[in-house]
């Protein structure tokens, strides 16, 4: 079953699907400006506006991704049609990403076990780290779980210099937000 969710519950569910990747988060993103922000209600851009805004050379290619938000339960036709003819939609999230995101980390289990690339990047983080007798309980163990804040800011193309979070190692984020978006590290 899919709860109608407001404008922020609904970026953190998406953020956390594993099914939802780069281009039909970025198309997601998009329909997320629109619409009332307190119930996630009358959300109706045109397809043209949410392609220029993401940079798809055209409203077409906004169709996959748009349905792909809908086979998952992020976008719920309302059977009304707008002014300008276009399809309304309320932003709605499936249950059990819902309550998923509700728990927190705490409650979610892992997506992927620990492989190979992300003990390596382990490894040559600790080279310069603080020893494990230095490190703070607190430091990432694992796998990390990107906030929708820190996916959002690898999608701006900011500088490996400019990352804000210093509690999180740059390499170990950057591999987190491959992996969740399915790229392959370079």
């Known amino acids: ?65 748009r349905r792909k938000l809908v086979e998952c339960g992020y976008l719920t036709d309302t059977g009304i049609r707008s002014g300008a003819d276009t399809v309304v939609y309320c932003l709605t999230a499936p249950a059990e990403v819902l309550t998923a995101v509700k728990t927190g980390p705490e409650g979610r289990k892992r997506q992927k076990p620990e492989n190979g690339p992300t003990k390596a990047a382990a490894a040559d983080l600790d080279r310069w ?31 490996p210099g400019a990352w804000p979070w210093r509690e999180i190692p740059y390499a170990s984020a950057e591999h987190a937000y491959q992996l969740y978006a399915g790229q392959v590290a370079r």
Not at 28 to 50: E, H, Q, R
């Open 1 to 65: 079953m899919n709860s109608r969710v407001d404008h922020d519950l609904w970026r953190r569910c998406i953020a956390h699907d594993p099914c939802i990747r780069q281009n039909t988060f970025a198309v997601g993103m998009a329909f997320s400006m629109f619409g009332d922000y307190s119930d996630g209600t009358d959300v109706f851009p045109s397809m043209a506006t949410i392609a220029e805004m993401v940079g798809l050379s055209n409203a077409t290619k906004v169709h996959p991704h």
């Open 129 to 159: 780290g603080p020893s494990a007798a230095e490190r703070p309980s607190t430091a990432p163990t694992g796998p990390i779980d990107l906030t929708l804040e820190q996916k959002l800011w690898f999608l701006d193309g900011e500088e």
